[in-house]
């Protein structure tokens, strides 16, 4: 039982995985919309999926549990790993994870299920990838030197309107985009969840999941180390409306997918993460 069940994981994630890939190629606007939706829809009814089975297996059989693994978010410490930590956030939430943070945002600790924190991972690979290239992509167009903002030289010197910086574009670009990516994820997580119908064993897909929320969460209780302030994400000290409107767009047209087939879980793991 335990075994086919891990199976059934690794062919789901294995379809998530090289369909990411191969939307990629899509440039039709209509399709990458839809591409997100299929896939947060595919993962969480793969969640609920091996949730009921869970709740299925008699006592005696070893049940899959919460688990933590230390997941890289980057090698090194700048200005704007949190806008990375953000997105990572924004990914687990839609996907029953909970996650503690390295002191200095280089490393998530995540806590979950097996299948959602390969889901989870797999995910933020390739929609962080996507990011970083389209706010590049719109970093090179020189848009954003065309706006204005009043930045102070002194605490006695009135403020001036300079050019918006570079660094500053691009925070905005990545919160911006982080926050469509939060809505679609979100939308289509809870469209799967109530298009699950009540089973004897485990009720609706919304029961299923608060179900697995609080198992993660006793487990998080139990095994987080964190201590100190609450991480409150990227505070930005500067608006765009340029970079802001550049992240949305293209965080609505973010191109994921999980529909059809292909073999080979390991592999499709490893495009996604590279």
């Known amino acids: 039982m335990q075994q086919s069940g891990t199976m059934s994981s690794d062919k789901t ?65 700048g200005r704007g ?20 943070l390295a002191r200095n945002y280089t490393e998530v600790y995540a806590f979950g299920y097996p299948e959602d924190l390969a889901t989870t991972e797999l995910f933020y690979n390739h929609v962080v990838t996507q990011m970083v290239s389209a706010c590049q992509a ?37 919160a911006a985009f982080t926050a469509r990516i939060k809505t679609r994820l979100a939308q289509a997580r809870d469209a799967a969840a109530a298009a699950v119908p009540p089973s004897e064993s485990g009720g609706g897909g919304q029961i299923v999941l608060a179900g697995k929320a609080l198992a993660v969460q006793d487990y ?11 991480y409150r994400g990227h505070q930005p000290t500067t608006r765009s409306v340029r970079s802001r409107a550049a992240g949305d767009a293209a965080g609505s047209a973010v191109k994921l997918q999980a529909a059809g087939e292909l073999a080979g879980a390991g592999a499709a793991l490893e495009a996604g993460s590279s």
Not at 41 to 65: E, F, G
Not at 220 to 230: C, D, E, N, T, V
């Open 138 to 174: 719109y970093l090179d167009t020189g848009d954003y030197k065309h706006e204005l903002v009043q930045r102070s030289t002194g605490p006695d010197a009135p403020p001036t309107l300079r050019p918006l910086s570079k660094q500053s574009a691009r925070l905005e670009f990545h």
């Open 220 to 230: 998080y209780a139990q095994h987080s180390i964190a201590r100190g302030r609450r």
């Open 81 to 100: 790993l949190r806008t990375l930590v953000d997105l990572f956030l924004v990914v687990a939430r839609a996907n029953n994870v909970k996650i503690d």
């Open 13 to 77: 994630l294995a379809r998530i995985g090289a369909l990411l890939v191969r939307a990629e190629g899509t440039d039709n606007p209509h399709e990458a919309d839809a591409c997100l939706s299929r896939a947060q829809t595919l993962a969480t009814l793969n969640s609920i999926d091996l949730s009921v089975a869970r709740m299925s297996v008699q006592p005696r059989k070893p049940a899959s549990r919460p688990q933590q693994k230390t997941i890289t978010i980057a090698s090194a410490h």
